[in-house]
């Protein structure tokens, strides 16, 4: 997780040179300095590679599936330690790989984080590198730290799954396990069945860029739409891979402090496994101008918008839960809520880019931009900021401090739409996105097109820094901050009849299951949650 | 202490190595068969690569089949052996296997040397010269379809003497069913390519 | 809890062998059945190609793939859970191939060598 939070930080830290650049080009930019073409394209490739592979899958499938899952089902420890570890050293050496790729001759790969040849193959200058030199590349060092990374994700799900199948404590039916278990699980399976068609996509570039082969050359016969198709039918399942962790949490977090039974359990269960389905058959809408088969493109688009039928259904029963609720305004609900609200930003654009026609004149834009980054920022990071904050407790044994948590949460959320909104404007004003300088495009360096430029570099740089209160907030409350309760919020899950923190092995003594996961404010109780382990009077 | 061991209790009749070796052959499907599948879009699109799969040795591949074949049986017979707990067996059972898929690699060299000194390489040079560049992909799909199944053979080559070395001490009897699921898997993989690359011609 | 109750959960996470017994198909049958199909595709291959004889082997090699994965694999002795994990897989490789054979194999490329 720590190593999660670093690479945010490098992300982060990219972000805010391009950004800067596009609001004042060819000026300094302030603790880098001048920024050329050329990098400004390494680092907007490589923010979107970081920020997706190294940030979102580990943050939350990563180090919260670990936590999460098998203390939650009432297991001492994971299914194969071992192979935890592994996973970890994996994905460590990635990052350090991906790292490598800024220092070696040429540079880190520039051509976009989606990787498509012929820019991945042919973007080097000698016409035919012998292999030593071709795979220290900073593309072929790219696909390689992306394989690794796969292949630690892949160990950890394995784990995942296996540690759900067989691990769970006596009583914990299929149907009384929470949701942020069932939902990372069916996040790791759709991870799982996606990913292969990547790995021997990601093997043949790497032969392309090595050893000359031309799968994705045209001159040789091949296809450069084959990798886009390989690329996006694992990319585009990786968008839920992310998302549905997420709402996992959500389903946690909202009954809590709603004081309410999650509405509808079982069809929110359903309606994930539906999307699951469904998330295998939507991938060409990112390839709409790829020059696709147009029928083909029908065909993607309406499975697209049929998609938003399971999500919505999901995002109507976490409000659903809300409502005639005891609602308690903390911070990891604040977070929660936010997340709702923005999402639904992300996801209503998201219908109109689903319909190709819209798509056509949309695509590469900042349209596309904002609308992303509306559904990915809130899904990872405030997704992520919610769980840290209703689980730090638990993790640490210590409280946060609440002030803090709620400024970090404003500035969040205020500077978050301060940047993404505007670039929505940008986006259909004509603005295409990966273009180092706008001051050559008269026709759309115009007002108020530069302004809102601006107000998105100053928003951008104002969110990064507000996430220092959230590292101070962080750092200091686990060194010397108060001491928590064993169940702070008062949940019925079984992490909350753990030690803070929990010890080696989790449990003193092994918890049975007497119900499910959502019985609060039951007639009659006592109190008003009943812990799963709690028997029956 | 005891109450954690406990905790262990599968909910599901399934021990969890086999359902963990189970998962990983689903992950491996995926993979080789989003390759195989992109072969055969190519195949489709091209028929004159026919010319090109003429050269491969029926022969050779049909004899490695059979080898493959064989040797998937002798693991099952050392997994029938680890259930009586039939140390003996088992050492044969697996050795057999093992000097199936050295058979395998053996086989499989020869063809490679016959195919590479007729210029019949990655990139194929030669024909890209003659022009046939589109039957020089060809090869390339060749090559890295047969190359990385031949890793996974000495990968399950590596796991069988793992499983070996453990179960003459007999310890750990279970990893001689898991090392054979993987063994099958590559003789299952290997079912799809003979007909793929040796048969469709 | 006693230790040999202990002892007990050890062979749950390890089953031993002897106790994890979930029958044997006839093996050598399975063998000489995958013989024969073998071949019969190889005596088909020598024909001339049409799509029947394609359309034959191909039949052979996934009849083949089953009768592996079903004796040698022990797939009918493994609950539903793994049979909906194999099925799975081969719904997403055939949604896979046909969301993009109107792309790659029916798009005549015009193929301009270097």
């Given amino acids: ?537 | 202490m005891e109450n954690q061991k406990s905790l262990s209790l599968p909910s599901i009749k399934i021990p969890q190595g086999r359902l963990g070796i189970w998962t990983l052959i689903v992950g491996e499907f995926m993979i080789f068969g989003g390759l195989i599948g992109c072969y055969i879009l190519y195949r489709l699109r091209y028929p004159e690569w026919a010319d090109q799969a003429a050269h491969t040795s029926t022969l050779i591949g049909a004899l490695n089949t059979i080898v493959l074949l064989t040797s998937s049986f002798t693991v099952v017979k050392a997994h029938e052996a680890a259930n009586r707990k039939d140390l003996k067996k088992i050492t044969l059972w697996l050795s057999v296997s093992i000097l199936g898929g050295f058979l395998f690699l053996i086989n499989k060299s020869i063809e490679y040397s016959t195919e590479i000194s007729h210029g019949f390489t990655f990139s194929s040079p030669a024909l890209q010269a003659d022009g046939d560049t589109i039957g020089s992909l060809f090869w390339s799909f060749y090559f890295l379809l047969t190359g990385l199944h031949g890793a996974h053979v000495i990968v399950g080559m590596i796991l069988m003497l793992w499983a070996l070395l453990q179960a003459r001490k007999g310890k750990n009897l279970h990893r001689v069913e898991l090392s054979g699921m993987y063994w099958h898997m590559v003789d299952l993989i290997w079912i799809f390519l003979f007909p793929l690359l040796y048969l469709a011609k | 809890m006693d230790s040999q109750h202990v002892a007990q959960d050890e062979n749950v996470k390890f089953p031993d062998p002897a106790t994890d017994y979930h029958g044997h198909p006839n093996y050598l049958k399975i063998l000489i059945l995958l013989f024969a199909f073998f071949a019969a595709s190889l005596l088909i291959g020598n024909f001339t190609l049409t799509s029947i004889t394609v359309a034959v082997i191909f039949a052979t090699a996934f009849y083949k793939a089953v009768l592996v994965i079903k004796n040698f694999m022990h797939l009918r002795y493994e609950p539903i859970i793994v049979w909906i994990g194999v099925l799975a897989a081969v719904f997403c490789l055939i949604a896979f191939f046909f969301g993009i054979y109107p792309d790659i194999t029916a798009t005549h490329l015009d193929v301009v060598p270097r």
């Avoid at chain 1, 180090?63 to 994996?90: C, R, V």
């Avoid at chain 1, 790497?206 to 082969?213: A, Q, R, V, Y």
């Avoid at chain 1, 409000?319 to 609720?325: I, Q, R």
């Avoid at chain 1, 108060?482 to 899950?493: I, V």
Wanted: aromatic fraction near 18%.
């Fill in chain 1, 1 to 537: 997780m720590i190593t999660g939070l670093f690479m945010a930080l490098v992300g982060g830290f990219l972000a805010y040179v391009f950004r800067y650049n596009l609001a004042f080009p060819g000026e300094s930019i302030p603790l880098f300095g001048q920024l050329s073409a050329g990098q400004y394209n390494q680092f907007i490739t490589n923010h979107g590679l970081i920020m997706v592979f190294w940030v979102g899958m580990p943050l939350l499938v990563g180090a919260f599936g670990n936590f999460l899952i098998p203390i939650m089902i009432g297991a001492d420890d994971m299914a194969f330690p071992k192979l935890n570890m592994l996973s970890y050293w994996f994905f460590l050496t990635s990052a350090i790989v991906l790292m490598i790729s800024f220092f070696v001759p040429g540079g880190a790969f520039a051509g976009g984080w989606t990787m498509y040849p012929p820019l991945s193959v042919n973007g080097y200058t000698d016409p035919s590198p012998s292999f030593l030199s071709a795979i220290f590349y900073g593309s072929s060092l790219m696909i390689i730290a992306v394989a690794l990374e796969f292949t630690a994700i892949l160990m950890g799900g394995i784990n995942y799954l296996v540690t759900t199948i067989n691990k769970r404590a006596p009583g914990m039916t299929p149907f009384r396990i929470p949701l942020a278990v069932w939902y990372i699980d069916i996040a790791t399976v759709i991870f799982m069945f996606s990913v292969g068609p990547l790995v021997a996509g990601a093997f043949m570039l790497l032969f392309d860029i090595t050893l000359g082969s031309g799968f994705y050359d045209p001159a040789r016969g091949g296809d450069p739409v084959l990798f886009q198709h390989l690329f996006w039918f694992f990319g585009h399942p990786e968008v839920y891979v992310l998302l549905l962790p997420t709402l996992g949490v959500l389903g946690e977090i909202i009954p809590v402090f709603s004081r309410k039974p999650l509405f509808g359990y079982k069809p929110l269960i359903v309606l994930s496994l539906i999307s699951a389905v469904l998330s295998v058959v939507v991938w060409a809408h990112h390839q709409f101008i790829a020059g696709i088969d147009p029928r083909m493109a029908t065909f993607f688009s309406v499975a697209t918008i049929l998609i938003s039928i399971p999500f919505s259904g999901i995002f109507l029963s976490l409000m659903a839960t809300l409502w005639g609720g005891k609602i308690k305004i903390t911070v990891p609900m604040s977070w929660a809520l936010g997340m709702i609200g923005l999402f639904l930003v992300g996801g209503f654009t998201g219908l109109f880019l689903g319909s190709n026609a819209f798509d056509i004149y949309a695509h590469d834009t900042y349209f596309i931009v904002a609308h992303f980054h509306y559904t990915l920022f809130p899904s990872v990071f405030f997704g992520f900021f919610a769980a840290f904050y209703y689980w730090f407790p638990k993790f640490t044994g210590k409280e946060l401090n609440k002030a803090l948590g709620y400024i970090h949460f404003w500035l969040t959320f205020i500077f978050f739409n301060g940047v993404f909104f505007v670039l929505f404007f940008n986006g259909l004003g004509g603005q295409h996105r990966r273009i180092y300088n706008y001051e050559m495009f008269s026709n759309v360096a115009i007002e108020p097109y530069i302004t809102f430029e601006k107000i998105a570099t100053i928003s951008a740089i104002c969110l990064i820094l507000s996430q220092v209160i959230f590292l101070w907030n962080f750092i200091v409350s686990w060194a010397a901050g108060r001491k928590a309760e064993k169940n702070p919020w008062q949940a019925n899950t079984l992490e909350w009849v753990a030690d803070s923190p929990p010890p080696h092995g989790n449990f003193h003594t092994a918890p049975k299951v007497y119900r499910g996961a959502y019985e609060y404010s039951v007639p009659k109780a006592s109190e008003d949650f009943l812990p799963q382990n709690l028997q029956a009077d």
